[in-house]
């Protein structure tokens, strides 16, 4: 993120501050270009991601984003940059990049069902034991006759998959079977996804902050100063 510090608005306090200290100007925008990093971070993304995803974790996008600060004291070399950590071991930090821009989405053959959610809400998270890194003792039932024999193989609690869906094994009851649909199923699935443009949407709206920033902060460095000097 830049600031031009060369509009109308900002000529005043430019001048202003280059008369008091050699370093006024240099902090006033780097404090902005700061502030309006920040802004992204606290206020402008997350409002922007929750017009676009539906959020399971509601402290998902402030947790793995980070802000690069401005730093040094050349205004023309300053910016302060807002991004996301923790995509090695993080699927969903990896995608949001294809959220962003658009593009595909590998790995998604199992995507999981409403029963295999807590309070079997689509906005919740999957529930522990169905997450798929927990998920132990599965078959795949390739012909229909051979359904009861592979669902008691694997027995209550575990999993099979039959068709196009992962069933949990919720009980057997003498011959009597209960399962619960949890996962969609298709190998090799892959998801198209459409450019939301919500981090770009988010800094253009905190960019329209920036000369109040840059006011903020210059008159910050003019108070600053006056007190330096009595």
């Known amino acids: 993120m830049r600031l031009d510090i060369n509009t109308d608005a900002a000529v ?3 001048d202003k501050l280059e008369r008091i200290s050699r370093s006024a100007l240099p902090n006033a925008v780097r404090d902005t270009l700061n502030s309006a990093a920040l802004d992204v971070k606290k206020v402008t ?7 676009e995803f539906t959020q399971r974790r509601k402290t998902f996008f402030k947790a793995k984003s980070r802000v690069g600060m401005a730093k040094g004291w050349d205004i023309n070399q300053m910016n302060s940059k807002i991004g996301f950590i923790g995509g090695g071991d993080n699927q969903a930090v990896r995608d949001l990049e294809k959220q962003e821009y658009g593009g595909q989405i590998k790995g998604r053959a199992f995507i999981p069902l409403e029963p295999a959610r807590i309070s079997n809400s ?3 998270n999957v529930r522990g034991k169905f997450k798929i890194k927990n998920i132990r003792n599965v078959d795949k039932i ?3 006759k051979d359904f009861d024999k592979v669902v ?4 209550k609690g575990g999993f099979v998959i039959y068709k196009s869906t992962m069933f949990f094994v919720k009980s057997i009851v003498d011959s009597k079977v209960e399962l619960t649909a949890v996962y969609s199923y298709k190998k090799g699935r892959s998801a198209n996804i459409k450019s939301t443009g919500f981090m770009r949407k988010a800094s253009n709206k905190s960019a329209k902050k920036l000369n109040r920033f840059y006011e903020e902060n210059a008159k910050r460095q003019i ?3 006056k007190k330096w000097v009595g």
Request: aromatic letters at 8%; proline letters at 4%; hydrophobic letters at 30%.
């Open 152 to 155: 008691n193989r694997v027995g």
């Open 45 to 51: 993304m997350p409002l922007s991601a929750d017009s």
């Open 142 to 144: 390739n012909r229909k």
């Open 223 to 225: 108070k600053r100063f």
């Open 122 to 124: 689509i906005t919740k």
């Open 12 to 14: 005043n306090f430019s």
